[in-house]
């Protein structure tokens, strides 16, 4: 492998990394608090199976997607020993973990549905970090193969987002609003703000007052201050919040006896 390949292939696993840690918080920080949460409780209202069964298959993706990338990087690495069988296992393990939860997506599961779709746009950004490896190594056949394939899983993603945010889902609306709202120029900065306000609504309803100040951050870095939906995720955040001094109305007359009572 020439200096330029070991550059490339460098800058791949760069990006690959980044793409990963991107995936972590989307996909596990943000339901850190539930899972927090479930293990402190009692048994009697930990999660329902079907939800436990889908977070094992996003843990199973996850340790096939990392080892496939490990055996890559190895093939693609001298001196490295390895063969390809590895790879070919953890990628065929990959796309049976995807064909399940599109499968259960598509019976009407809104967790399996937000987990495909967050599985797909993780890998449409190492599709795009390997395209760019491959670009400044001079392979342009492998950027267009690589180019599709971002374009594929980006549309995969954003179809099961949408599944799930059309249920309800206030991490599914979340997560396609962040990814619609870096797009430059916005194509559509109405649905943007209307999937925000879902998932600061919808997180607000279920108790996660902390994800609900995080999304309507997000959204206030994301849509135009003049937007009204800004004003209404407002709301649904301080409307059961009391300030700390209430402002009320003195009278000129008790303003002097208010000053001697506050200062001794």
């Known amino acids: 492998m020439n200096d330029v390949s070991r550059k490339a292939v460098a800058r791949w696993l760069a990006g690959v990394v980044a793409a990963t840690l991107w995936w972590a918080p989307a996909a596990h920080s943000s339901g850190s608090a539930h899972r927090v949460t479930h293990s402190a409780e009692p048994a009697a209202v930990a999660s329902p199976p079907a939800d436990a069964e889908i977070e094992g298959l996003k843990q199973r993706h996850e340790a096939a997607f990392l080892m496939a990338l490990k055996e890559q990087s190895c093939l693609m690495t001298r001196g490295c020993a390895t063969d390809e069988g590895r790879m070919l296992d953890a990628l065929e393990t990959c796309k049976r973990v995807e064909a399940d939860l599109a499968s259960r997506a598509d019976s009407g599961s809104r967790e399996a549905a937000l987990a495909r779709g967050l599985i797909a746009?993780?890998?449409?950004?190492?599709?795009?970090?390997?395209?760019?490896?491959?670009?400044?190594?001079?392979?342009?056949?492998?950027?267009?193969?690589?180019?599709?394939?971002?374009?594929?899983?980006?549309?995969?993603?954003?179809?099961?987002?949408?599944?799930?945010?059309?249920?309800?889902?206030?991490?599914?609306?979340?997560?396609?609003?962040?990814?619609?709202?870096?797009?430059?120029?916005?194509?559509?900065?109405?649905?943007?703000?209307?999937?925000?306000?879902?998932?600061?609504?919808?997180?607000?309803?279920?108790?996660?007052?902390?994800?609900?100040?995080?999304?309507?951050?997000?959204?206030?870095?994301?849509?135009?201050?003049?937007?009204?939906?800004?004003?209404?995720?407002?709301?649904?955040?301080?409307?059961?919040?009391?300030?700390?001094?209430?402002?009320?109305?003195?009278?000129?007359?008790?303003?002097?006896?208010?000053?001697?009572?506050?200062?001794?």
């Open 121 to 264: 746009l993780r890998l449409a950004e190492s599709h795009s970090s390997r395209s760019l490896a491959e670009a400044e190594a001079q392979f342009p056949g492998a950027v267009v193969v690589l180019r599709r394939r971002w374009a594929q899983e980006t549309q995969v993603g954003e179809r099961y987002l949408s599944m799930a945010a059309q249920r309800g889902h206030p991490r599914a609306c979340l997560a396609l609003a962040e990814h619609l709202g870096a797009r430059v120029p916005q194509p559509e900065p109405n649905l943007v703000s209307h999937l925000f306000l879902c998932a600061v609504t919808g997180l607000d309803a279920q108790g996660d007052r902390a994800g609900a100040i995080g999304a309507f951050a997000k959204m206030r870095a994301t849509v135009p201050s003049t937007d009204p939906l800004l004003l209404g995720a407002h709301v649904v955040i301080y409307r059961s919040q009391a300030p700390e001094r209430p402002w009320r109305q003195v009278e000129p007359a008790d303003a002097m006896s208010i000053r001697k009572a506050a200062i001794p």
